[in-house]
């Protein structure tokens, strides 16, 4: 009858991987910003209601072509003049803007006509060109370099572009600018191209981790069991509970995002964790002389117990990102509880199943590593009694260098930081900031007051002073709105000069203007304007110099607004994309101490259940809040900004750290459960247990360390701190674990 269950229980997991083969090809995989917007939050909602109004300030693919020694030479001009008319018909473009398409307004004793900017066909020009143009704010960092050698093209793509829409796009593009104009030098900005790169890096990310870890791991068990069937046994195991894991995604149809590269890593490393518990202690009852069935029981009852307790606390510690406001964070929590969830169950139906039809000798080499644990836990054990002084005041010195580092943790972090590292999207990036406008969006809606309409003179005098006021900033961009209508025809009144492009000095010149302006059929500001015309918009783009210093610009142009504008006449408010993500770094410390808080509760009441003690509630507790504070200094020492994604460090931190610790305080009260003293339940508990913990945390230690491969710097970040916090854990685990049963459980 056994026989029959195992057998069984080995088809059943057969077939399931056979069905999650097939679920993983339907995995599917997507990024955009609005995932990171803070979802409930207000500003957020004033966002939606100000895009209904206008449009989105994301809906643009920028395309910068480079010639060293300048942008005016004729064949060059002529190629890329082609190229900004023939991109209008790319797919899902519905506007295409370039500087050799612009013409200025000329007035002319007969009617008002139009002159190039550029004369393209008279090289003799170009001189002249490039002088007006370059004192032209509206064309510089814009449509081209302050140094005259990049040309942009502006393209103006439908409104909330998808991924194989953005992929269509894409590849229409690089075929126009390689194949059909063969530009030397080009660089492109935009959620189209952010789309598809990110995209591809998560499925690349995912693919080496996974192959990465794998073969870790296979090095890992081959040291440990020097057995092919031992290896064997563990590595189907831990790949089997990935492959489902992978395979429930792909057939629940949840879509993966930028945090989708740790999930080969995590289920490798528990799975691993929890195969090794189970198969060392399988071993030691089987080195005891019990025979196979009943040695299989008892590692279940035993360690299978602990080993539920620990992938529970594990998923509670993951199911804490559910209190944050960021969908890819919550996602991530969500899978990750299940992932754990599902690699337990594959080691106790399946696992258990497998390795009951071997014996000791078949799974693990026998020989000096046994009697090296040993001796090394033997010694450990003999430490925590003769140095119980310098422990306590190792961790207390510890625990204060600890607090200091959380002092200086930031949350001022930039895009470039969740770029991926020597890829084209990060140089292009990049190339954007130098040289141009830079990506980040800022948008200040304008509310007209009391009756008045936004192209009112007492409402548009007021925008002309907020933009003025942004000018000042070196690292804001493009600033731009519907006076530029007004300012281009002051310009044309005065020859085109530079110097002139302005809103004009009185009221009665304003109105004059206004009246030119409705005789212009095809002028399009209504991207500038709501249809009712109480709202309007300015538009600017600001480098990405942090979300915090971004944060305190704001509030100083907030108060300069208020105290330099008609407030009875007109209200400002900032809004767009960028200010949305930044909303983050508010809620990042907020979620992660609520989320923690909550997690530690349940996991305290889980705790008081297995051991019925509120001593030993606060002995398991200790330990594993230790591990976080360490991981809030390292963030501060080494200076990284704390942000959504290494945020779940903390998370994964908790709900694995806890792990040992209910290995370790299970097998001692086991011990002590079959009347053996204090010190000798201990012993016992570092002579078994210790070995298992030691092992699987050296597991996790290089298992997390595989994300430095990574070309993604959170999950480098990530595996870094991981795994140098994971070390404290452990060492917690051994050290103050003993300490603090010799001091708050003397009696016993």
Same mark, same amino acid.
């Given at each position: 009858?056994?026989?029959?269950?195992?057998?069984?229980?080995?088809v059943?997991?057969?077939?399931?991987?056979?069905?999650?083969?097939?679920?993983?090809?339907?995995?599917?995989?997507s990024?955009?910003?609005?995932?990171?917007?803070?979802?409930?939050?207000?500003d957020?909602?004033f966002?939606?209601?100000?895009i209904?109004?206008f449009?989105?300030?994301?809906?643009?693919?920028?395309?910068a072509?480079?010639?060293e020694?300048?942008?005016?030479?004729q064949?060059f001009?002529?190629?890329?003049?082609?190229?900004s008319l023939d991109?209008?018909?790319?797919?899902y473009v519905?506007e295409?803007?370039s500087?050799?398409?612009?013409?200025?307004? %000329?007035?002319t004793?007969?009617a008002?006509?139009?002159i190039?900017?550029?004369h393209?066909d008279?090289?003799?020009?170009y001189?002249?060109?490039?002088?007006r143009?370059l004192?032209?704010?509206?064309?510089?960092?814009?449509?081209i370099?302050?140094d005259g050698?990049?040309?942009?093209?502006?393209?103006?793509?439908?409104?909330?572009i998808?991924?194989?829409?953005a992929r269509?796009?894409?590849?229409?593009?690089?075929?126009?600018v390689n194949?059909?104009?063969q530009f030397?030098?080009y660089h492109? %900005?935009?959620?189209p191209?952010?789309q598809?790169?990110?995209?591809?890096?998560q499925k690349?990310?995912?693919t080496?981790?996974a192959i990465v870890?794998?073969i870790?791991?296979?090095l890992?068990?081959?040291?440990i069991?020097?057995?092919p069937w031992g290896?064997?046994v563990?590595?189907?195991?831990?790949?089997?509970?990935?492959?489902?894991?992978?395979?429930?995604?792909?057939?629940?149809g949840r879509?993966?995002?930028?945090?989708?590269?740790l999930?080969?890593?995590?289920?490798i490393?528990?799975g691993t964790?929890?195969?090794v518990?189970?198969m060392?202690k399988?071993?030691?009852?089987?080195r005891k002389?019990?025979?196979q069935?009943?040695?299989?029981?008892?590692?279940?009852?035993?360690?299978?117990?602990?080993?539920?307790l620990?992938?529970?606390?594990?998923?509670?510690?993951?199911?804490?990102?559910l209190t944050?406001?960021?969908?890819p964070i919550?996602?991530?929590?969500?899978?990750?509880?299940?992932?754990v969830?599902v690699?337990?169950?594959?080691?106790?139906?399946?696992?258990?199943a497998?390795?009951?039809w071997?014996?000791?000798?078949?799974?693990?080499?026998m020989?000096?590593?046994?009697?090296?644990w040993?001796?090394s836990?033997?010694?450990a054990?003999?430490?925590?009694?003769?140095?119980?002084?310098g422990?306590?005041?190792?961790?207390?010195?510890?625990?204060?260098?600890?607090?200091w580092g959380?002092?200086?943790?930031?949350?001022?972090?930039?895009?470039?930081?969740?770029?991926?590292?020597g890829e084209?999207?990060?140089?292009d990036?990049?190339f954007?900031e130098?040289?141009?406008?830079?990506?980040?969006p800022?948008?200040?809606?304008?509310?007209a007051k009391?009756?008045?309409?936004?192209t009112?003179?007492?409402?548009i005098?007021?925008?002309?002073?907020?933009?003025?006021y942004?000018?000042?900033?070196?690292?804001v961009?493009?600033v731009?709105?519907v006076?530029?209508?007004?300012?281009s025809?002051?310009q044309?009144m005065?020859g085109?000069?530079?110097?002139?492009?302005?809103?004009?000095e009185s009221?009665?010149?304003?109105?004059r203007?206004?009246?030119?302006?409705?005789q212009v059929?095809?002028?399009?500001?209504?991207?500038?304007?709501?249809?009712?015309?109480?709202?309007?918009?300015?538009?600017?783009?600001?480098?990405?110099?942090?979300?915090?210093?971004?944060?305190?610009?704001?509030e100083?142009?907030?108060?300069w607004i208020?105290?330099?504008?008609?407030?009875?006449?007109?209200?400002?408010q900032?809004?767009g994309?960028?200010?949305?993500?930044d909303?983050?770094?508010?809620?990042?410390?907020r979620?992660?101490?609520?989320?923690?808080?909550m997690?530690?509760?349940?996991?305290?009441f889980?705790?008081?259940?297995?051991f019925r003690?509120?001593?030993?509630?606060?002995?398991s507790l200790?330990?594993?809040?230790?591990?976080?504070i360490?991981a809030?200094a390292?963030?501060?020492?080494?200076?990284?900004?704390?942000?959504?994604?290494?945020?779940?460090?903390?998370?994964v931190?908790f709900g694995?750290a806890?792990?040992?610790?209910?290995?370790?305080?299970?097998?001692y009260? %086991?011990a002590?459960?079959?009347?053996?003293?204090?010190?000798e339940?201990?012993?016992?508990?570092?002579?078994e247990?210790?070995k298992?913990i030691v092992l699987?945390?050296?597991?996790?230690f290089?298992g997390f360390?595989?994300?430095l491969?990574s070309?993604?710097?959170?999950s480098?970040?990530?595996?870094?701190?991981?795994?140098?916090?994971?070390?404290?854990a452990l060492?917690?685990?051994?050290l103050?674990?003993p300490?603090?049963?010799?001091?708050m459980?003397?009696?016993?």
């Open positions: 009858m056994k026989s029959n269950l195992r057998i069984i229980s080995v059943t997991f057969l077939l399931l991987a056979a069905a999650s083969g097939y679920y993983v090809t339907q995995l599917k995989f990024f955009d910003f609005e995932q990171f917007f803070p979802e409930g939050d207000e957020l909602e966002f939606r209601d100000f209904e109004n449009e989105g300030d994301d809906n643009f693919l920028l395309v072509v480079r010639r020694g300048g942008v005016f030479e064949g001009l002529e190629r890329f003049h082609g190229f991109a209008r018909n790319l797919p519905t295409s803007q500087l050799t398409k612009f013409s200025y307004p %000329l007035r004793p007969f008002i006509t139009t190039p900017a550029i393209i008279q090289p003799e020009r001189a002249a060109d490039r002088e143009i004192n032209d704010e509206r064309f510089v960092h814009n449509l370099s302050a050698e990049t040309l942009v093209v502006f393209l103006k793509t439908k409104p909330s998808q991924l194989d829409e269509e796009l894409m590849a229409a593009l690089e075929e126009m194949e059909q104009y030397a030098e492109y %900005l935009g959620r191209f952010f598809q790169e990110l995209v591809d890096m690349r990310e995912i080496v981790s870890s794998g870790l791991v296979s890992i068990m081959f040291f069991f020097r057995k290896i064997f563990a590595l189907i195991s831990i790949g089997l509970g990935m492959l489902l894991f992978m395979g429930l995604l792909g057939a629940s879509e993966l995002n930028a945090m989708a590269a999930y080969p890593v995590l289920m490393i528990v964790s929890d195969v518990h189970i060392s399988y071993i030691d009852e089987l002389g019990e025979p069935d009943r040695a299989i029981v008892t590692t279940i009852k035993e360690i299978g117990l602990a080993t539920l620990t992938s529970i606390t594990t998923a509670i510690g993951f199911a804490s990102l944050s406001k960021v969908g919550r996602d991530f929590g969500i899978n990750a509880a299940i992932g969830i690699a337990y169950v594959t080691v106790i139906f399946f696992t258990t497998v390795l009951s071997f014996r000791a000798d078949q799974i693990m080499k020989g000096r590593g046994q009697a090296f040993e001796k836990m033997s010694w054990y003999q430490f925590t009694l003769r140095r119980p002084t422990i306590a005041l190792g961790a207390v010195a510890t625990l204060g260098l600890a607090l959380i002092s200086l943790i930031t949350t001022n972090y930039g895009i470039i930081n969740n770029m991926p590292r084209k999207i990060t140089e990036f990049r954007f130098k040289h141009l406008t830079g990506f980040r800022m948008e200040i809606a304008v509310f009391n009756g008045h309409q936004a009112d003179w007492e409402v005098r007021e925008i002309a002073k907020v933009e003025n942004l000018k000042q900033y070196p690292y961009q493009a731009g709105s006076t530029a209508v007004y300012k025809i002051n044309m005065a085109n000069s530079p110097e002139a492009y302005r809103m004009p009221e009665q010149q304003y109105e203007y206004q009246r030119m302006a409705r059929p095809k002028l399009n500001v209504n991207v500038l304007l709501s249809e009712d015309g109480t709202k309007a918009r300015i538009t600017s783009r600001i480098q990405d110099i942090g979300a915090d210093s971004i944060k305190a610009m704001g100083r142009m907030d108060r208020v105290a330099n504008t008609d407030t009875s006449a007109v209200a400002f900032r809004t994309t960028g200010l949305i993500i909303k983050n770094a508010e809620y990042v410390r979620d992660l101490l609520y989320g923690l808080g997690a530690v509760v349940i996991v305290s889980l705790m008081a259940l297995l003690n509120v001593k030993m509630l606060l002995i200790v330990p594993n809040i230790f591990p976080l360490l809030g390292l963030l501060g020492f080494l200076g990284i900004e704390l942000e959504a994604g290494v945020s779940i460090v903390f998370a931190i694995i806890v792990d040992d610790t209910i290995h370790f305080l299970s097998k009260k %086991l002590k459960g079959k009347g053996l003293s204090r010190e339940a201990m012993k016992i508990t570092f002579t247990t210790g298992a699987t945390s050296v597991i996790l290089f360390l595989v994300m491969f070309i993604h710097p959170p480098v970040t990530i595996g870094l701190l991981i795994s140098l916090t994971l070390v404290s060492v917690s685990d051994l103050l674990i300490l603090m049963i010799r001091w459980m003397k009696a016993e």
